[in-house]
Antibody
Framework: EVQLVESGGGLVQPGGSLRLSCAAS????????MSWVRQAPGKGLEWVAN????????YYVDSVKGRFTISRDNAKNSLYLQMNSLRAEDTSVYHC????????????WGPGTLVTVSS | DIQMTQSPSSLSASVGDRVTITCRAS??????LNWYQQKPGKAPNLLIY???NLQSGVPSRFSGSGSGTDFTLTISSLQPEDFATYYC?????????FGQGTKLEIK
């Protein structure tokens, strides 16, 4: 069974940092683009970043450029999102999702991890 | 950025009804349009990709159509488990963007 499980969320003060992780299983992780997509409480979906199979290409939404870094470790079947200079508007559930490269769609998604930025 | 506009934002319908949700892109996106279903507290689930391709395991009552700027998601006969929020998403160019969602409620 294909499975994605995020971890690393929590409460952080504005200006702080967090590193999210996503553990993948049930498929050959290194064969797929991977992405992070977030959803603010009660709001819609927003693509955050994606990364190519070998990590050679990375793309970000403008609102996180220079603050967030997506990375992956294919040997550990893991995806990461380093989030620095966090702002209140970054408060969301962060989902990792398989896909988002040439295909442009995501399947499946992990259940998500909640990041709350508040003092 | 490509703006995606869904209509309606909410919809009340009954079991057995035929329902259509529309999605309009602010510029032409060919057939690079995907549809997701999301239930409360759960991750989105891919229903349709590339405008009209049914994702494996998704019931055949779901269908998608369209190209260019105008797209539709149709549920041919609503079932109780279909009451959820539906999102369209363009995969034509980054930043990939979503519609605001259509909440489908029981009448």
């Amino acid at each position: 069974e294909v499975q994605l499980v995020e971890s690393g969320g929590g409460l952080v003060q504005p200006g702080g940092s967090l590193r999210l992780s996503c553990a993948a299983s049930g498929f050959t992780f290194g064969d797929y683009w991977m992405s992070w997509v977030r959803q603010a409480p009660g709001k819609g979906l927003e693509w955050v970043a994606n990364i190519k199979q070998d990590g050679s290409e990375k793309y970000y939404v403008d609102s996180v450029k220079g603050r967030f870094t997506i990375s992956r470790d294919n040997a550990k079947n893991s995806l990461y999102l380093q989030m620095n200079s966090l702002r209140a508007e970054d408060t969301s559930v962060y989902h990792c999702a398989r896909g988002g490269g040439r295909s442009g769609w995501w399947n499946p998604w992990g259940p998500g991890t909640l990041v709350t930025v508040s003092s | 950025d490509i703006q995606m506009t869904q209509s309606p934002s909410s919809l009340s319908a009954s079991v057995g009804d035929r329902v259509t949700i529309t999605c309009r892109a602010s510029q032409g996106i060919s057939r690079s349009l995907n549809w997701y279903q999301q239930k409360p507290g759960k991750a989105p689930n891919l229903l349709i990709y590339a405008a009209s391709n049914l994702q494996s395991g998704v019931p055949s009552r779901f269908s998608g159509s369209g190209s260019g700027t105008d797209f539709t998601l149709t549920i041919s006969s609503l079932q109780p488990e279909d009451f959820a929020t539906y999102y369209c998403q363009q995969s034509y160019s980054t930043p990939y963007t979503f519609g605001q969602g259509t909440k489908l409620e029981i009448k």
